[in-house]
């Protein structure tokens, strides 16, 4: 198991920008796929992106793709999630979420999570 902490939510304007970080601890970071999901009151929990163990591959849900951007430091066992030009339907819970060898879309795929960060984007 690794242990995730999301860090880096808040409050910000519609076109801002937000920075969120997810450090891991416990295992060998290196061996997790990452994915960043998003739950918005009232509404399932959704895949927003996600990364390969070494950052060569990454995935985006539509919502978001030109606008948000993953990244990992394996040295830092930090996964990173740039979100830019913020929408108020981006407002949601972020989490993170690892797994072990490749990369998912699902939240049935991921068996660590993070206990969430809230993110608000006022209109």
């Known amino acids: 198991q690794v242990h995730l902490v999301e860090s880096g939510g808040g409050l910000v304007q519609a076109g801002g920008s937000l920075r969120l970080s997810c450090a891991a601890s416990g295992r060998t970071f290196s061996i997790y796929a990452m994915g960043w999901f998003r739950q918005a009151p009232g509404k399932g929990r959704e895949f927003v992106s996600g990364i390969s163990r070494s950052g060569g591959k990454t995935l985006y849900a539509d919502s978001v793709k030109g606008r948000f951007t993953i990244s990992r430091d394996n040295a830092k066992n930090t996964v990173y999630l740039q979100m830019n030009s913020l929408k108020p339907e981006d407002t949601a819970v972020y989490y993170c979420?690892?797994?072990?060898?490749?990369?998912?879309?699902?939240?049935?795929?991921?068996?660590?999570w993070g206990q969430g960060t809230q993110v608000t984007v006022s209109s």
């Open positions: 979420a690892g797994r072990v060898l490749t990369v998912g879309v699902t939240t049935d795929e991921y068996d660590n």
